[in-house]
């Protein structure tokens, strides 16, 4: 079996919580983490989160990279990318350096595009202005 490009950024899901599972509290974890059922409260990680279709997740979210294909009530800090696809719907503001969202999501919020060290992408310089010529 050969995985997609997708399967191998995620790498090996280290933790589920499967359709029908509902889980409230606060949640850390290391490597990748797959929700399908219903979380509420928070997260914390530098590693990956993947919400699968399905899935509702109430929470303040603040991780290492995510996908969303579930349902997502809260705003998220991803250090590194957040990508949307398709029938995700998303509640909430999004920090991230990477940001992508594809055609069929929904998206209800702000997205503060930042750089990867946490602080804002400054502007571009401004080319200088022409010497003022004197007659």
Known sequence: MVATAKQQAMGEITTLLGRGAAFEGKLTFDGTVRIDG??????????????????????????????????????????????????????????????QIDKGVIFEGRSFMEAANGGLKPPPPKPPAPAAVKP
């Open 38 to 99: 219903r979380f509420k409260g928070e997260v914390f990680s530098d590693d990956t989160l993947v919400i699968g279709e399905g899935a509702v997740v109430e929470a303040e979210i603040d991780v290492g990279e995510i996908i969303i294909q579930g349902t997502v009530v809260g705003n998220i800090k991803a250090k590194r990318l957040i990508e949307i696809h398709a029938p995700g719907r998303v509640k909430g503001d999004l920090h991230t350096p990477t940001l």
